[in-house]
């Protein structure tokens, strides 16, 4: 048996025993039991990482054939390589730890071995998104963690605005799944095949190849890259498809830090990095890529600012690291892409869950405006958040430094307009990155308690079984970044880890940016804190003359820039309202009233009819002519 | 000669509708002609999985023939199977015993009649599927008509006669074309065998109008836009049993005519009329989905789902690529199962609170998490998500749409946006939420009959999504062949022009 076999299927295992067969089991053994399989699949998987970059471990195994028709063949298969052997540790770990935590964070609710079920099925689904060798299998994986994320955003159930918010991060989550969908019509359409490594090989013989459409003209590998950008846009809630994130947050917050922040959300990262081979050849695409990723890192970094609620500014902020993510795809610097998403799954999931900590503390309380003054009485908590905020705003020597700056320096090095403006983006959104962070810990951790609901005294800090998890996590958001810089984007990386897992048609600069450049991020967000500090703490009036003075620009900001009711004006309510039309006017009124009820005199004898039908002389003709033709057919057939 | 298998699945259906049919019934006698019926058609599930073990699935030729002459030298009774026929056969025999099952509850009075009408609809589906002659085709697929137009006007609820007339009509008026057609077939070949006009053809100028009228035939049976207004009112006011017949089973014998005769028969006039059913297919698809969300009665909103779910395969059977057809095929399976199913489960629910309304439930997974966890199943199904056998359908017919125009594979692909959005739209408003009748929290689960039944059903949805295998590898080489006849009658008459 193979490790990667246990890996993959012991979540799986988890899950089905905990959904099913829960009850007889009970909610704790439930439990242990899920987070045991997860932690085993853990291990495992850093064992299969170490074998990866000490050995350059590969493997493909095929499992068996999902669908094969004609010349279209997948396998259900696991492929591990330096790529996924990355994704399979972060995934595997966060959700060890998350499982752990929610055994604390879930006490008080009734139905925990579900939510332990949807953990664990979650993670199958993500780890086979991340070990498919084929188009097809991602495909699976990727609706499929959509669902998890459907099942656990709706977790509360009676909650109407927690239904909402599932329903729409899942229709959200396909119409860029729409996009992607056509992406792998288009591979199969022109290479015949879904699998990567055949797809790769043959994209080099293909870049000339153009398709018409409505008349115009598309280079295919173009359209490719782009197609499939689409769905990682829906995933990873890139601009214009980013309204079901900040929703999301109705679900409870482990989800929130599993789901929303370190794995899943990633998923549209991971496959524009997967599919490097292809983007590569695919300027215009890395150039969309690029201007996407910088738009949602500013968009959602400013939309940050102005919330109140404490998971969705880290909903937000979880955006728009997802944007430097893929600017630094866009730039070209995928391992850079992979290192930020590696060090970012560790303290966006500290923040979360440190954030959880606070709001159990609080009993469910999310506004930090009913927040502060608690950081002596939430000591764990508070000194935990505040790890978390140095390594997101990329305090020099925490993770984030060596990820974020490394990706504003690519984006500097690539050289082109696109590149400087993004550097340029990157530098400033770091600025916001660091406002807003602090912003929040100042105003739920310091300055004057101001909580009316709840008596200071009643605070407790959380138990054990939610502060361990939080420790490891911060160990990691502490020193994932010094110490796997160099396994991730030194100069020899791509031949001594990545190997054929990224492809790059030029090596990456090695260049360095002017000094001036490399000391501006790190200066700007160690000089925010003090800022930050007298502002939101110090002279509270400040903050609310800035307000006051640029109301509208406030308002645009704290509603998110109106995304929803546009959405909601420009789909939404049109489709109910044609749905409606086609239904009461052209199917009701048109189509009945000139088609079957237009040969009226006889729809209106009906009635007459009707009577005899009941009386039973209709029925009793139809059953004999029924019974006749029965007859003879048996008489015939039997002859 | 070998045992005719064919001819028992038909007859063994009907033999037992005929033994209950005269059994004197008195209303203690009710269960036994039930698990009369039940054991029937059971036994024919079984025979049909023992037919498919037989079955050779590497070759395209008819198997399992059998011949005989009724009127000298004009009507045959000739049936065979192939691998486009056979799975439909096995669907009808599995399906009728569970609505066979289902009829305990729903069913309240002349049980005996109501079973007669199922078994003999079964062993007339079963015809139609295997039929190879042309004239007993017609038969079959009227004779259809008959029970289903019985069980929405004896059975249904209170529009019922409204709603078995107009489901009368529609298809009354598709088949008198068909028959037409029929006779002029014969009047042009001099025969009504399929496998002789397979070898033989149909003269290319004839094929126009007799497509057409075929077309008007299966369109209205499909049903596609804009002739699929008899269908909501049809489920609306049939039976748990019957909706479950119709969606799952009679809806499908219009798909399999397609392929059967339209592109087997008049490839020329199929590759014509391509552009008319990818309209109509897409306008099925986007147009319904868009009616389906807005419908306030659960088996309203499935049955528009069921339009948008067969305009798909239309769709994928006009692709006449591997894929495409293969999907439809697939599509139509899967959708006999999920459609039956969640008619199924609205019947459940209708039992215990006797109203089809969304809008009166809400809230249910708290007093039936049974229901919801397999409701769920099904609902995702319909959304065709990777993993149950929804998808692979959609998608094969998507890949092979693909191949003919980019533009037409793409505005399906919104379909399955609007899919979800419906699907999950309903399942939330019946299953989430506070509970806000007092009605609702007396609702029992799930008893052991329902979970049997539903159950049955999640397993294949389920199985086959992850391993489609034993369905694709039947139907690959008889639509490999039928594709490949299908470009040679289009190139053939290329050549001739």
């Known amino acids: 048996m193979e490790f990667e076999y246990l890996i993959i299927f012991l979540p799986l295992v988890g899950a089905i025993i905990s959904g099913f067969f829960g009850k007889f089991l009970g909610s704790r053994n439930s439990e242990i039991l899920t987070s045991l399989f997860v932690t085993i699949s853990s291990i495992f998987s850093f064992l299969i990482f170490y074998k990866v970059f000490n050995d350059g471990y590969i493997n493909n195994l095929d499992i068996f054939t999902w669908i094969n028709s004609g010349s279209f063949n997948v396998n259900w298969s696991i492929k591990i390589d330096a790529l996924s052997s990355v994704m399979l540790v972060v995934v595997t770990l966060v959700s060890s730890i998350v499982h752990i935590y929610s055994i604390g964070y879930m006490s008080h609710d009734p139905h925990k071995q579900r939510f332990m079920s949807y953990l664990s099925l979650f993670t199958f689904s993500m780890l086979m998104l991340v070990t498919s060798d084929n188009f097809l299998q991602l495909f699976f994986g990727w609706e499929g963690v959509g669902l998890c994320s459907y099942f656990l955003i709706g977790f509360w159930f009676k909650k109407e605005s927690a239904n909402a918010a599932a329903i729409k991060a899942f229709v959200v989550n396909r119409v860029g799944d729409f996009g992607f969908a056509l992406g792998i019509f288009l591979i199969f359409y022109l290479f015949g095949t879904v699998n990567y490594a055949e797809v790769f090989e043959l994209i080099p013989q293909s870049l000339d190849v153009n398709l018409t459409f409505l008349g115009l003209s598309f280079n295919a590998i173009n359209l490719i890259c782009i197609l499939l950008f689409i769905g990682a846009m829906g995933k990873s809630a890139q601009i214009f498809l980013h309204t079901w994130l900040p929703d999301a947050m109705e679900g409870p917050t482990p989800v929130s830090a599993l789901i929303h922040a370190a794995t899943m959300v990633t998923a549209g990262v991971f496959l524009v990095v997967r599919c490097s081979p292809i983007y590569e050849y695919s300027p215009l695409a890395l150039n969309i890529i690029t201007i996407v990723g910088m738009s949602t890192a500013f968009f959602a970094a400013t939309v940050a600012l102005a919330q109140d609620d404490i998971k969705k500014i880290i909903a937000y902020s979880t955006c728009s690291q997802l944007g430097y993510m893929f600017f630094a795809a866009g730039v070209g610097a995928y391992n850079v892409a992979m290192f930020h998403l590696f060090t970012h799954a560790f303290f966006k999931a500290l923040l979360f869950l440190g954030s959880g900590s606070v709001i159990h503390s609080f009993k469910d309380e999310q506004n930090i405006n009913l927040m502060g003054g608690v950081w002596k009485k939430l000591p764990y908590s508070w000194i935990l958040m505040v790890i978390g905020t140095l390594a997101l705003t990329g305090f020099p020597f925490l993770s984030g430094f060596y990820s974020k700056d490394a990706i504003i320096e690519f984006a500097y090095l690539r050289g082109n307009t696109v590149g400087y403006f993004a550097a340029g983006i990157g530098v400033f959104t770091a600025l916001l990155t660091s406002i807003y962070s602090w912003r929040l810990m100042f105003k739920t951790f310091h300055g004057n308690y101001n909580n009316k609901k709840l008596n200071i005294s009643s605070l407790h800090e959380s138990p054990m079984v939610m502060i361990i998890p939080l420790i490891i996590l911060a160990i990691g958001a502490i020193f994932s970044g010094f110490l796997f810089k160099d396994l991730f984007i030194g100069i020899e990386s791509s031949s001594n880890f990545w190997k054929n897992s990224i492809f790059f048609l030029e090596p990456l600069s090695q260049d360095h940016p002017p000094s001036w450049f490399i000391f501006l991020t790190p200066i700007l967000v160690i000089l925010s804190i003090p800022a930050a500090y007298y502002i939101f703490v110090k002279n509270i009036k400040i903050t609310n003359e800035i307000v006051n003075g640029n109301l509208p620009l406030y308002n645009f900001l704290k509603n998110k820039w109106y995304f929803d009711e546009l959405y909601d004006y420009l789909f939404v309510n049109p489709s109910k309202k044609i749905g409606l039309y086609f239904w009461k006017k052209i199917d009701l009124r048109f189509i009945d009233r000139f088609g079957p009820d237009g040969i009226s005199n006889l729809i209106k004898n009906i009635s007459l009819f009707a009577v005899k039908f009941q009386n039973g002389f209709i029925y009793h003709y139809a059953f004999i002519m029924l019974l006749g033709f029965s007859a003879l057919l048996t008489f015939l057939i039997l002859r | ?497």
């Open chain 2, 1 to 497: 000669m070998d045992f005719p298998f064919l001819s028992s699945l038909i007859l063994l259906p009907l033999i037992g509708a005929l033994f209950i049919f005269f059994s004197k019934s008195k209303s203690n006698t009710y269960l036994t002609i039930k698990y009369l019926a039940l054991f029937v058609s059971f036994a024919n599930f079984i025979l049909s999985l023992y037919l498919w073990y037989l079955f050779d699935p590497s070759t395209a030729e008819f198997q399992f023939l059998e011949e005989r002459s009724w009127i000298k030298s004009f009507i045959n009774y000739k049936v065979g199977i192939d691998g486009i026929s056979i799975l439909f056969i096995i669907l009808t025999a599995f399906i009728t015993p569970l609505c066979i099952v289902s009829v305990n509850s729903t069913v309240k009075y002349r049980l005996k009649d109501f079973l007669v009408a199922i078994l003999v609809m079964e062993s007339l589906m079963i015809g139609v599927f295997c039929s190879l002659d042309l004239v007993i085709f017609y038969l079959f697929f009227e004779g259809g008509l008959i029970p289903m137009f019985l069980i929405i006007g004896i059975w249904g609820g209170e529009r019922r006669v409204y709603s078995a007339f107009k489901f009368f009509l529609y298809t009354l008026l598709g088949s008198v074309l068909m028959l037409v057609a029929i006779i002029s077939i014969y009047w042009f070949t001099g025969s009504t065998d399929i496998t002789y006009l397979y070898d033989f053809g149909i003269d290319e100028k004839y094929q126009y109008l007799l497509w057409l009228a075929f077309f008007s035939s299966f369109a209205v049976k499909t049903p596609m836009w804009p002739v699929h207004t008899w269908l909501p009112d049809a489920h609306v006011e049939a039976p748990t049993a019957g909706s479950v017949l119709l969606a799952a089973i009679l809806l499908k014998m219009a798909g399999y005519g397609f392929i059967r005769f339209s592109v087997g028969l008049f490839p020329v006039a199929s590759e014509y009329f391509i552009p008319l059913i990818y309209i109509l297919s897409l306008i099925a698809i986007i147009y319904t989905s868009l009616v389906a969300l807005m419908q306030e009665d659960m088996k309203k909103l499935i049955a528009y789902s069921s339009v948008a779910h067969m305009g798909f395969v239309t769709l994928g059977i006009f692709t006449f690529t591997q894929q495409g057809l293969e999907g439809s095929i697939f599509q139509m399976i899967s959708h006999g199962l999920v459609s039956a199913a969640l008619f199924l489960s609205v019947g459940v629910i209708y039992e215990r609170m006797h109203t089809r309304l969304i809008d009166n439930y809400g809230g249910l997974v708290s007093v039936m998490p049974k229901y919801s966890i397999v409701l769920m199943v099904f609902t995702l199904g319909a959304v065709g998500l990777p993993g149950t056998s929804g998808f692979i359908g959609e998608f094969l017919i998507l890949i092979g749409a693909f191949k003919k125009s980019f533009l037409v594979a793409a505005i399906a692909s919104i379909g399955v946006i609007l899919s979800a959005a419906y699907m999950l739209w309903l399942y939330k408003r019946v299953v989430f939420g506070e509970i806000k009748k007092d009605e609702i929290k007396k609702m029992s689960d799930l008893n052991r009959a329902e979970i049997f039944i539903l159950t049955v059903l999640v397993l294949p949805i389920i199985f086959f999504g992850f391993y489609p295998e034993p369905l694709l590898n039947t139907t690959e080489i008889s639509i490999e062949n039928l594709i490949e006849m299908y470009k040679t009658n289009i190139n053939s008459n290329l050549v001739e022009k």
